[in-house]
Each structure stands twice: as structure tokens, then as C-alpha cells.
């Protein structure tokens, strides 16, 4: 499998469950972005990992959990989530933090 | 701080002709990049064209092109020969870099484009 593959696609949660997002990218890259696109917003920059350290956080509530395990894997740790998380989340990689990057097909959120 | 404006929130084009998405941004750096990015219905970004601010040449990509005004600071986005398939969300972007593996991007609010048969 080639790009940046995330799983599951879409997911429905209430507000007390526990779920995550998970982002791989195939492309040997060493840097990964998690974004949110709300409708009618523009897109908005959570978390950045570069070397797997995480370099940028852009005041993200806490209830967004960022995990990098290694340079190929990103996932996003939900929890106790407000109806107003509901959106699209984009997981992106690219080679150094200045470069192109390439984007997932994005995890679309509900939270009821 | 850095702002990216794209003025039109949707646009109609009929198939096989041309055409611009505005974009206009704001920035005191000198050394900055623009994207532009597609998004269809199935929610993916798919990159398209980039274009750094020192390139004096304007980018090309296929049907695509930057049309880079850097005094007027416009950064638009021009599609030849339109297709169905290019009806999508299109976004422009913008990267800054700050150094020391610091950077920014901002994203404008996006344009919707149909292509109508």
C-alpha cells in the first residue's frame, strides 16, 4: 500500500467513549500533521511530529491525545469528546517540516 | 501573523474552459511557499501545484498553473481545459519558514468549484 492510509474512515462515538485514530504513511517520510476541518472553517493545525518528536501543538484541548511511535505511525487518542469535535481529521506526512505535504483520506468524526 | 484569502466561496465553470481561483495572502516574511490543494467529496487533500516565493518562473503542473503576482501578493490558481472530475473544494496554503525546523502553514477557507457538463 502506497501514500498515507487512515483508519477507520468514519466513526461515530458518544461523549464518553475512548476511541483513536490511526494514520501510516508509506512514504518514507520523517515528518506527520494531524489537522481538523470543521464545515465552513478553515483547516486548522493540532499537532505536529518531526523525528517522531512532537514540535508543534496549537493549543489543542487536552481530550486530543497525540501519539507518534515511530515515523511511519500517528494516531490521535479521543476521549470524553464534546459534540463540537465533530469533523473531518486529516493526517498528513511529508519529508522535513518545510516540504510538500501529502494527505490522508481523513477520519470522518461524529460525536453524539 | 499570516493570512491566506480566498475570496470565492464557489464558482461554476462549463466543461473544457478555463479557469482562475483567486488567492490573496499577507506576510512581512520574505521567504515563504504557496500550495494549492483539491478536495473532492471523499474528503482527501490532494496536492496540486506549489510555488516558493524566490522561483521566478511561475509553477506548472499539467492543466494546472500559479498565477504568482508576488507584488500584489496573489498566488492564483488556474485551470486549463476544465474536467467534471475537477469539481472539488480547492485550497490555497501558505508555509513560512522560521528556521531551526520551525514553520507555519495557514489555509485559506477554500473555494468550491463545479464543473458543469
Known amino acids: 500500500e502506497t501514500g498515507v492510509t487512515q483508519t477507520p474512515r468514519h466513526l461515530v462515538m458518544g461523549m464518553t467513549n475512548k476511541k483513536s485514530l490511526k494514520c501510516e504513511q508509506h512514504?518514507?517520510?520523517?515528518?506527520m500533521y494531524w489537522y481538523k476541518q470543521s464545515a465552513k472553517k478553515p483547516l486548522e493545525l493540532m499537532f505536529v511530529?518531526?523525528?517522531?518528536?512532537?514540535?508543534e501543538n496549537n493549543s489543542v484541548p487536552s481530550r486530543f491525545s497525540p501519539e507518534c511511535p515511530n515515523s511511519s505511525h500517528l494516531f490521535l487518542h479521543l476521549h470524553t469528546l464534546q459534540p463540537e469535535d465533530s469533523a473531518l481529521y486529516l493526517c498528513?506526512?511529508?519529508?522535513?517540516?518545510?516540504?510538500?505535504?501529502?494527505f490522508g483520506p481523513g477520519t470522518r468524526l461524529t460525536v453524539l | 501573523a499570516q493570512k491566506i484569502t480566498q475570496t470565492q466561496p464557489g464558482m461554476f465553470v462549463q466543461e473544457k474552459e478555463a479557469v482562475t481561483l483567486d488567492c490573496t495572502y499577507d506576510t512581512s516574511d520574505q521567504s515563504y511557499g504557496l500550495f494549492w490543494y483539491k478536495q473532492p467529496s471523499s474528503g482527501e487533500m490532494i496536492f496540486l501545484i506549489y510555488?516558493?516565493?524566490?522561483?521566478?518562473q511561475n509553477a506548472t503542473e499539467g492543466r494546472y498553473s500559479l498565477n504568482f503576482q508576488k507584488a500584489r501578493k496573489s498566488a492564483n490558481l488556474v485551470i486549463s481545459a476544465s474536467q467534471l472530475g475537477d469539481s472539488a473544494m480547492y485550497f490555497c496554503a501558505m508555509i513560512i519558514y522560521s528556521g531551526a525546523g520551525s514553520y507555519q502553514l495557514t489555509f485559506g477557507k477554500g473555494t468550491k468549484l463545479s464543473v458543469i457538463p
Open positions: 498528513a506526512s511529508s519529508q522535513g517540516s518545510s516540504d510538500t505535504q501529502y
Open positions: 512514504l518514507g517520510h520523517n515528518a
Open positions: 510555488q516558493g516565493s524566490y522561483d521566478e
Open positions: 511530529y518531526s523525528l517522531e518528536e512532537r514540535v
